[in-house]
């Protein structure tokens, strides 16, 4: 909506001027396959992890660019994903059985559960997290639980074991078929909780789903891309399907269809008739409706549905600004995505390996999430998996429990004047809680440890969207001499807790400085 | 606050100039962006009721015995402990909370002609998702429908027209609160300073880059790295007026302990030290009472009860301070209640609702009479009797002067005034503003399936349905989907009406589908289950073969 007067700013005269910004970085999604560099590698890595090992890294320089991405997605596959601490095959009783009172203690003593294992989850997946800094695993898993978005404490909470149950899905599909992961998403059993799956029988269609499928999961929001009636009908083509974690009904935990709830009227989803002419069976149901829907979208709806998700990816690993979907590469992606039978895996491959990502005006570019920000650093100062989970939510980015089925916004949200001072504070009682010796001594294993001026770009290497000019360097520089002169450096390092006095100075200044806050 | 600024941009003032003369003016609406006004020091006060307050036990409607039978078997406020304050025609009283805190409370604002009650208010089609209806009050938009994104706030495309402007003095809103509100976010910027504590947000001010950078580049790590550096000068500048206002400003009232009251200690003292924030908003969360919410002293009446100790000493406070011409109150919450209570003692979500508006400028009336009169725009939820929006456009229009195009411009649309003459006291009757929402009549003709009353009425959307039918040995399942909890009672009739027993006796159930097996008492042929939902009859023919 436009407001008041649009002048031109200073900026955006010359923006005009010299033509956008963005056409700053090459649009090529050509493979990039020059050797990588240092900056490279560190680029990457901090695209591609939570955490980022250093040691890695190194190992790295030299390597083509699409080799280590063919690593870290393999390195995938090996990393050891254990159970969470609490019973994934609990179930529990329906309270709604029961009467007056009874049915209030069943329901809080199950909401106690949900809530208590929901909490081990998330930390179970923050440890995860914490543990992969060789592989994609748990940024392509998150972004799928970003994508098909997931509450668990978004109205009545979902039990653990089918958040579990669902992060296990990301993870076994990772970077398979999209189409594939349309058609397990829809019957997964915490999705069909929350956004009411189960509800949908024949006499009362319940629409949450086939919309936030359209709308949210695949062909996106946009003028004529589907109507309310394709909403209707493809409800009508979901109807049947129930997950259970009541220990009264059977099939628990094992998503089932229920012919008799299943609508056999003729259905038309974007021009195409469903026709129910077989016989209603979980089996034939499965294929005749939801494979059958998902091709549909797939096919009506191709170039759709490329675009929305090639700028989910765009905004995922390259630049996280609010959705440009006529962004050349964006296009360009979302043309291989579409000839490569939505392929998820060649796709991110594309990306990840491309000229583009690599261009140097692609660099730091993203506002670290709080995720990013706070795994970052607890990589190399370790911050315990409770006070992690509580600082996410602080933050407003708690795993399992995004704001909303739209996700969480991201870019400049993570940044305001609350989170702002926040992270200063947060990562100040960090630094401030490890001891002297211990900084000192992490301080001690990067390369220009010996020299003032190094050191601080090393920090700057690890920790900054942009190793930044010489003056603004400095700044960390004086921090961390604290008024001695440079050349006396070396001597005071030679005490580990003097140097970690000093280095704690230096990342305080750090924590004031916005190239800290992008990646 | 750059006053030149809002001189320069929001055109006609209050009083004689009017908003009528807006309408007369010949000239380009671009060009009445640049009137000369009056000097406008008004400040609005938001207080946000996060939960969805339930407008039903707030102001009573006291004198309808549906209100007790129906709606409200346990969860009512007894009619003798509520408090009759408005014309006893409207049937209407308050809770008894809202007599607690200084000069009696938010009565007392009442009898002091400093509080307006607006009954009803709502939108079209309204989104019972909190997240959702939060969005739709502060966006100010109502989306044509549940997926149209709603990325800024009403005030925050308000204070856009000062987005190139140097920072003022003071910043333009205050949220007090720890999270952003979309009510403040503008197309690039917010218009809000989050402030919990002005001492803190002074070390923090400190704590933060405060210099503007120049990267001397033009790229997009540079407006990244702008964006995250203004927002660091924003806390550094503001944090140092904000904590200048607060050792200069006093209170002098007595305030309840309590969260709101503390909150709105802060934003009296803060306008008594001379900051210039046009808005300030508090708020108070719990209003989501699901369960438990409690009559005559339960949950809701401890929020009521917070709410009015907070307001009167506000009023009171800025009174004695003597600022009290230049401030005005709302409150707002994303939807009200429903009628029927809950099987868990609560209310579930529901749409229109009552709010208020209180200070010395406030027309001191009761608007919209007595949500008894709002028919049901579904089975179980209420029309709406006048559009938020209006509320928003008169406080841009008379309370800060906006000039109309930009009230326009801000809500997508122009808006009926309150009953034709708004809130405000010196807010001008406007011919040019469209009709008022039109309220459906309760339809009272018992056979008529729009009224959800009649027996016969089949429209509600719970749905009953029987299998296998028929039937070849009398046993069936009845599946039942709830939208509302309701006692569900099933006797079998035969198709001539005689009644053969009942099949399920009198149980509540909670929203949601079941599959109840049953079996038929009696013969072949037509059998008739009618099945009593609260005050709702359905009937569903099963076959017996």
Same mark, same amino acid.
């Given at each position: 909506?436009?407001?008041?007067?649009?002048?031109?700013?200073?900026r955006?005269?010359?923006?005009?001027?010299l033509?956008?910004?963005?056409?700053?970085?090459i649009?090529?999604?050509?493979?990039?396959?020059?050797?990588?560099?240092?900056?490279?590698?560190?680029h990457?890595?901090?695209?591609?992890?939570?955490?980022v090992?250093l $040691?890695?890294?190194?190992?790295?320089?030299?390597?083509?660019a699409?080799d280590?991405?063919?690593?870290?997605i393999?390195?995938?596959?090996?990393?050891?994903?254990?159970l969470?601490p609490?019973d994934?095959n609990?179930?529990?009783?329906?309270?709604?059985?029961?009467?007056?009172v009874?049915?209030?203690l069943?329901?809080?003593? =199950?909401?106690e559960?949900?809530?208590?294992?929901?909490?081990?989850?998330i930390?179970?997946?923050?440890d995860?997290?914490?543990?992969?800094?060789?592989?994609?695993?748990?940024?392509?898993?998150?972004?799928w639980?970003?994508?098909?978005?997931?509450?668990?404490?978004?109205?009545?909470?979902?039990p653990?074991?089918?958040?579990y149950?669902?992060?296990?899905?990301?993870?076994?599909?990772?970077l398979?078929?999209?189409k594939?992961f349309?058609?397990?998403?829809?019957?997964?059993?915490?999705?069909?909780?929350y956004l009411?799956?189960?509800?949908?029988?024949?006499d009362a269609? =319940?629409?949450?789903?086939?919309?936030?499928?359209?709308?949210?999961?695949?062909?996106g929001?946009?003028?004529?891309?589907?109507?309310?009636?394709d909403i209707?009908?493809?409800?009508?083509?979901?109807?049947?399907w129930?997950?259970?974690?009541?220990?009264?009904?059977?099939?628990?935990?094992?998503?089932?269809f229920?012919?008799?709830q299943?609508?056999?009227?003729?259905?038309?989803?974007?021009?195409t008739?469903?026709?129910?002419?077989?016989?209603?069976?979980?089996?034939?149901?499965y294929?005749?409706?939801?494979?059958r829907?998902?091709?549909v979208i797939?096919e009506k709806?191709?170039?759709?549905?490329?675009?929305?998700? $090639?700028?989910?990816?765009?905004?995922y690993?390259v630049?996280?600004?609010?959705?440009?979907?006529?962004?050349?590469?964006?296009?360009?992606l979302a043309?291989?995505?579409?000839?490569?039978?939505?392929?998820?895996?060649s796709?991110?491959?594309?990306?990840?390996?491309?000229k583009h990502?690599?261009?140097?005006?692609?660099?730091?570019?993203?506002?670290?999430s709080?995720?990013?920000?706070l795994?970052?650093?607890?990589?190399?100062f370790?911050?315990?998996?409770?006070?992690?989970?509580?600082?996410?939510?602080?933050f407003?980015?708690?795993?399992? %429990?995004?704001?909303?089925?739209?996700?969480?916004?991201?870019?400049?949200?993570? @940044?305001?004047?609350?989170t702002?001072?926040?992270?200063?504070?947060?990562?100040?009682?960090?630094i401030?809680a490890?001891?002297?010796?211990?900084?000192?001594?992490?301080a001690a294993?990067?390369?220009g440890?010996?020299?003032?001026?190094?050191?601080?770009?090393?920090?700057?290497?690890?920790?900054?969207?942009?190793?930044?000019?010489?003056?603004?360097?400095?700044?960390?520089? =004086?921090?961390?001499?604290?008024?001695?002169?440079?050349?006396?450096w070396?001597?005071?390092?030679? %005490?580990?807790?003097?140097?970690?006095i000093?280095?704690?100075?230096?990342?305080?200044?750090?924590?004031?400085?916005?190239?800290?806050?992008?990646? | 606050?750059?006053?030149?600024?809002?001189i320069?941009?929001?055109?006609v003032?209050?009083?004689?100039v009017g908003q009528l003369?807006?309408?007369?003016?010949?000239?380009?609406?671009?060009d009445?962006?640049?009137?000369a006004?009056?000097?406008?020091?008004?400040?609005?006060?938001?207080?946000q009721?996060?939960?969805g307050?339930?407008?039903?036990?707030?102001?009573?409607?006291?004198?309808?015995?549906?209100?007790?039978?129906?709606?409200?078997?346990r969860?009512?406020?007894?009619?003798?402990a509520?408090?009759?304050?408005?014309?006893?025609?409207?049937?209407?009283?308050?809770?008894?909370?809202?007599t607690?805190?200084?000069n009696?409370?938010?009565?007392g604002?009442?009898?002091?002609?400093?509080?307006?009650?607006?009954?009803?208010?709502?939108y079209?089609n309204?989104?019972?998702?909190?997240?959702?209806?939060?969005?739709?009050?502060?966006?100010g938009?109502?989306?044509?429908n549940?997926?149209?994104?709603?990325?800024?706030g009403?005030?925050?495309?308000?204070?856009?027209?000062?987005?190139?402007?140097?920072?003022?003095?003071?910043?333009?809103?205050?949220?007090?609160?720890?999270?952003?509100?979309?009510?403040?976010?503008?197309?690039n910027?917010?218009?809000?300073?989050?402030l919990?504590?002005?001492?803190?947000?002074?070390?923090?001010g400190?704590?933060?880059?405060?210099?503007?950078i120049?990267?001397?580049?033009?790229s997009l790590?540079?407006d990244?790295?702008?964006?995250i550096?203004?927002?660091?000068?924003?806390?550094?500048?503001?944090s140092e007026s904000?904590k200048?206002?607060?050792d200069?400003?006093?209170?002098?009232?007595n305030?309840q302990?309590?969260?709101?009251?503390?909150?709105?200690?802060?934003?009296?003292?803060?306008?008594?030290?001379?900051?210039?924030?046009?808005?300030?908003?508090v708020?108070?969360?719990?209003?989501d009472?699901?369960?438990?919410?409690?009559?005559?002293?339960g949950v809701?009446?401890?929020?009521?009860y917070?709410?009015? $100790?907070?307001?009167?000493?506000?009023?009171?406070?800025?009174?004695?301070?003597?600022?009290?011409?230049n401030?005005?109150?709302?409150?707002?919450s994303?939807f009200?209640r429903?009628?029927?209570e809950?099987?868990?003692?609560?209310?579930?979500?529901?749409?229109?609702?009552?709010?208020?508006?209180?200070?010395?400028?406030?027309?001191?009336?009761?608007f919209g009479?007595?949500?008894?009169?709002?028919?049901?725009?579904?089975?179980?939820?209420?029309?709406?009797?006048?559009?938020?929006?209006?509320?928003?456009?008169?406080i841009?229009?008379?309370?800060?002067g906006?000039?109309?195009?930009?009230?326009?411009?801000?809500?997508?649309?122009?808006?009926?005034?309150?009953?034709?003459k708004?809130?405000?006291?010196?807010?001008?009757?406007?011919?040019?503003?469209?009709?008022?929402?039109?309220?459906?009549?309760?339809?009272?003709?018992?056979?008529?399936?729009n009224?959800?009353?009649?027996?016969y009425?089949?429209?509600?959307?719970?749905?009953?349905?029987?299998?296998?039918?028929?039937t070849?040995?009398?046993?069936?399942?009845?599946?039942m989907?709830?939208?509302?909890?309701?006692? @569900?009672?099933?006797?079998?009739?035969?198709?001539k009406g005689?009644?053969?027993?009942?099949?399920?006796?009198?149980?509540s159930?909670?929203p949601?589908?079941?599959?109840?097996?049953?079996?038929?008492?009696?013969?072949?042929?037509?059998h008739?289950?009618?099945?009593?939902?609260?005050?709702r009859?359905?009937?569903?023919?099963v076959?017996?073969v």
């Amino acid at each position: 909506m436009p407001v008041a007067s649009k002048t031109l700013n200073r900026r955006s005269f010359f923006e005009n001027l010299l033509g956008s910004s963005n056409e700053l970085a090459i649009n090529s999604l050509e493979e990039h396959t020059t050797p990588l560099t240092k900056e490279d590698a560190f680029h990457l890595l901090k695209r591609c992890c939570f955490s980022v090992d250093l $040691a890695y890294a190194k190992t790295l320089v030299g390597r083509k660019a699409k080799d280590v991405i063919n690593e870290l997605i393999t390195n995938a596959g090996s990393l050891k994903v254990g159970l969470p601490p609490f019973d994934v095959n609990q179930s529990f009783r329906n309270p709604n059985l029961l009467g007056g009172v009874d049915y209030q203690l069943e329901r809080n003593k =199950n909401l106690e559960f949900h809530f208590a294992q929901n909490k081990l989850l998330i930390e179970w997946w923050l440890d995860l997290m914490k543990a992969d800094k060789r592989s994609l695993s748990e940024k392509i898993t998150f972004l799928w639980h970003s994508h098909f978005t997931t509450q668990y404490d978004g109205g009545e909470p979902i039990p653990a074991q089918w958040m579990y149950r669902q992060n296990i899905l990301f993870r076994n599909k990772f970077l398979g078929s999209f189409k594939s992961f349309l058609e397990s998403i829809t019957i997964d059993g915490a999705m069909l909780l929350y956004l009411n799956g189960s509800e949908n029988i024949k006499d009362a269609p =319940n629409e949450n789903y086939a919309r936030e499928l359209l709308e949210l999961y695949s062909v996106g929001i946009g003028d004529g891309h589907y109507t309310e009636d394709d909403i209707r009908e493809a409800a009508k083509v979901l109807t049947g399907w129930r997950a259970t974690h009541w220990v009264e009904e059977k099939e628990v935990y094992q998503p089932y269809f229920r012919p008799n709830q299943y609508s056999t009227d003729e259905k038309t989803v974007f021009d195409t008739l469903f026709k129910v002419d077989y016989e209603v069976n979980q089996q034939n149901a499965y294929k005749n409706a939801i494979q059958r829907l998902m091709e549909v979208i797939l096919e009506k709806k191709g170039t759709e549905v490329s675009v929305f998700m $090639a700028n989910k990816f765009y905004r995922y690993f390259v630049y996280s600004k609010t959705d440009n979907f006529d962004h050349p590469m964006v296009q360009e992606l979302a043309k291989h995505f579409k000839n490569n039978g939505y392929d998820t895996k060649s796709t991110i491959v594309k990306l990840l390996t491309s000229k583009h990502f690599f261009d140097p005006n692609n660099r730091g570019v993203m506002i670290k999430s709080p995720l990013d920000s706070l795994l970052g650093f607890s990589n190399h100062f370790e911050i315990d998996t409770q006070t992690l989970r509580k600082a996410l939510i602080d933050f407003g980015q708690e795993p399992l %429990n995004p704001p909303n089925v739209s996700g969480w916004k991201g870019y400049r949200q993570w @940044i305001n004047t609350k989170t702002l001072p926040l992270f200063i504070d947060t990562f100040t009682n960090i630094i401030n809680a490890k001891s002297d010796v211990e900084v000192g001594s992490w301080a001690a294993k990067l390369d220009g440890f010996n020299d003032s001026y190094k050191i601080v770009e090393d920090l700057a290497v690890l920790f900054f969207g942009r190793v930044p000019k010489e003056s603004r360097l400095k700044k960390v520089e =004086n921090a961390l001499l604290g008024g001695a002169p440079y050349y006396e450096w070396p001597e005071i390092a030679q %005490n580990q807790a003097n140097a970690g006095i000093r280095v704690k100075a230096a990342f305080k200044e750090m924590f004031r400085m916005p190239e800290f806050y992008l990646a | 606050m750059d006053r030149r600024s809002f001189i320069k941009n929001t055109s006609v003032g209050l009083g004689a100039v009017g908003q009528l003369k807006m309408g007369k003016m010949n000239v380009s609406a671009f060009d009445s962006l640049y009137q000369a006004a009056e000097e406008n020091d008004n400040i609005l006060v938001i207080v946000q009721l996060f939960g969805g307050n339930d407008g039903i036990n707030t102001i009573i409607p006291h004198e309808w015995p549906d209100y007790y039978d129906r709606f409200r078997p346990r969860l009512h406020i007894p009619s003798e402990a509520s408090i009759g304050f408005a014309d006893p025609k409207l049937g209407i009283a308050m809770h008894p909370s809202l007599t607690n805190g200084v000069n009696e409370g938010m009565l007392g604002l009442y009898k002091r002609n400093k509080l307006s009650v607006i009954q009803g208010v709502g939108y079209q089609n309204p989104n019972l998702s909190h997240f959702r209806s939060t969005d739709i009050w502060f966006s100010g938009i109502v989306p044509y429908n549940d997926g149209q994104s709603l990325p800024t706030g009403w005030l925050g495309r308000y204070f856009d027209q000062y987005q190139n402007k140097e920072l003022p003095d003071s910043p333009y809103c205050i949220h007090v609160g720890e999270s952003p509100l979309l009510l403040f976010q503008g197309e690039n910027k917010e218009s809000a300073i989050l402030l919990e504590d002005p001492a803190e947000l002074y070390e923090q001010g400190k704590s933060v880059e405060s210099d503007k950078i120049d990267l001397g580049e033009q790229s997009l790590f540079s407006d990244e790295f702008d964006y995250i550096n203004d927002v660091g000068i924003r806390i550094n500048h503001f944090s140092e007026s904000i904590k200048t206002a607060f050792d200069k400003g006093k209170n002098i009232e007595n305030y309840q302990e309590d969260n709101l009251s503390n909150q709105m200690k802060l934003v009296a003292r803060l306008i008594n030290g001379g900051l210039k924030t046009k808005v300030y908003s508090v708020s108070l969360g719990g209003f989501d009472t699901h369960s438990g919410q409690g009559a005559l002293g339960g949950v809701h009446s401890q929020l009521l009860y917070q709410l009015s $100790a907070a307001i009167s000493s506000f009023q009171s406070d800025i009174e004695k301070l003597g600022h009290s011409k230049n401030v005005v109150g709302i409150t707002v919450s994303e939807f009200g209640r429903r009628p029927y209570e809950n099987a868990s003692a609560g209310t579930d979500h529901g749409t229109a609702n009552v709010m208020f508006a209180f200070g010395d400028e406030v027309r001191p009336e009761v608007f919209g009479s007595n949500v008894a009169f709002l028919p049901f725009f579904d089975a179980e939820n209420l029309a709406f009797r006048y559009d938020f929006r209006s509320i928003y456009q008169e406080i841009m229009r008379t309370w800060f002067g906006a000039s109309s195009f930009l009230s326009e411009q801000v809500l997508g649309g122009k808006f009926a005034l309150i009953d034709k003459k708004g809130f405000l006291k010196s807010t001008e009757e406007d011919a040019s503003l469209p009709a008022e929402p039109v309220v459906p009549e309760i339809n009272q003709d018992p056979k008529s399936p729009n009224n959800p009353y009649s027996p016969y009425s089949v429209t509600e959307q719970d749905k009953f349905t029987a299998f296998p039918n028929p039937t070849p040995d009398g046993k069936f399942v009845l599946s039942m989907i709830l939208y509302i909890e309701v006692d @569900i009672q099933i006797q079998q009739v035969d198709f001539k009406g005689r009644e053969l027993g009942t099949l399920m006796k009198r149980k509540s159930y909670r929203p949601g589908s079941y599959f109840i097996p049953m079996e038929l008492k009696g013969g072949s042929g037509l059998h008739i289950l009618h099945i009593s939902a609260g005050h709702r009859n359905h009937y569903v023919k099963v076959i017996k073969v």
